[in-house]
């Protein structure tokens, strides 16, 4: 039941007026591997639309011939992990539509709340779908409104809810649009007499874009010859940006709302020293999201720290594995112990959070092995427990741990001498939150930001 790991979201990557932009495209992609493994795709624009999409990581999909067949100054590309929709071809993006008087790519990260109504609602009106995937609605929700293309978007994005950051391709223009809550990061950059979107600014850096601004929450930019237009849609705006994006999800030299997320997980470590100090030897941590915050924890407790956790980048995702037993196996290809480190000391291992608890307890049993004479685990994140519907793959009550346990129950779970969790206002410190940077804060509190249009009480419920 404990056995699964986070798994991450999706990414989108915009190039638009750039030279060879389906080369700059696959190296933002490149730098958004980590949003998703499953799946990539790139279509290019310039008087039809290009695509070649394929299943697996961007060097695999892609190679010089088919990157080279992508021509045309505009682009558009994804990174893939499935919450809506099963794990296949068919589902992998950009999409392509064609109609009688245009044709247009998307591409969405996030996930649509009320999706099932939706399709249901469309299909009632005689719509045929082509995938699985909840992106495709917004395309058959344009196709029945009128006006131009932002006023169509206008009209069809409110009736969408939960969490959206959709890039949108034509022959000679672009558009990206980002859901009322923010829930998902979307970003502007410059390069040359160009523009780049990204959902993270690591991807500008790869490519030697220049960050422009944040695309805000409830927006709508249109990028042509004539330059950037913005609009806004939907009644109730608020910045609400997934708590897990600084957590866990971004890459640790991008910046969110401009906060660098590497310092932002390293304060989570120090409020983490200052609410639940112990008496320690060493402290290390997870890599990798666990590790900027074992550093600010010592250096708040005035503790060594140490590199007492290896990672080897060549395992497989553990995840993937068929049994426990296999899993087990994983997890020590994935981690080793430096021994040396942790032998015969009271040893903290920071982590970033914990789902299911199978991991940290194998983590924990590993330290009991090299020698430690104890192990506190303390979590750089506050106790998940209740799900999430915004596209992070935890939407049973079920499968969280802290939903069952207190942190005296998981410690004995996890065979760790204690356990403890930042708290909801530390973490908000960390996060550097006001009154127009808030947090979407629903897995640790069960405050969701939207309506869920099924029952969420049930430990069972599962919105797809």
Known sequence: MFNRSINEECGVFGVYNCE?????????????QHRGQEGCGIVTADKVLHSHKGEGLVSKVFDRTNVAKLTGNHAIGHVRYSTTGESQLLNVQPFIFHSYNEDFGLCHNGNIVNADELRLELEQKGTIFQTTSDSEIIAHLLKRETGTFTERLQKALPKLVGAFAFLFIFEDEMYAALDPNGLRPLSLAKLDDGYIVSSETCGFTLVDARFERDIMPGEIIKINKDGITSATFGEKIQNKMCAMEYIYFSRPDSYLREESVY???????????????VQADVVIGVPDSGLPAARGYAKEAGIIYEQGLLKNKYSGRTFIQPTNELRKLGIKLKLTVVEELVRDKHVVVIDDSIVRGFTMQKIVDMLWQAGAKSVHVKIASPAIVKPCFYGVDFST??????????CNQLAEFIHATSVDFLSVDNLQKACNTDETKGLCLACFTGKYPTKLYKDTDSANTVIK
């Open 20 to 32: 060879r932009a389906s080369e700059l495209t696959y190296f933002g992609l490149q730098s958004l």
């Open 263 to 277: 310092r932002v997980r390293e304060q989570t470590g120090k409020y983490l020293a200052k609410q639940s100090d």
């Open 397 to 406: 009550e079920a499968e969280l741990i802290s939903n069952k346990m207190d």
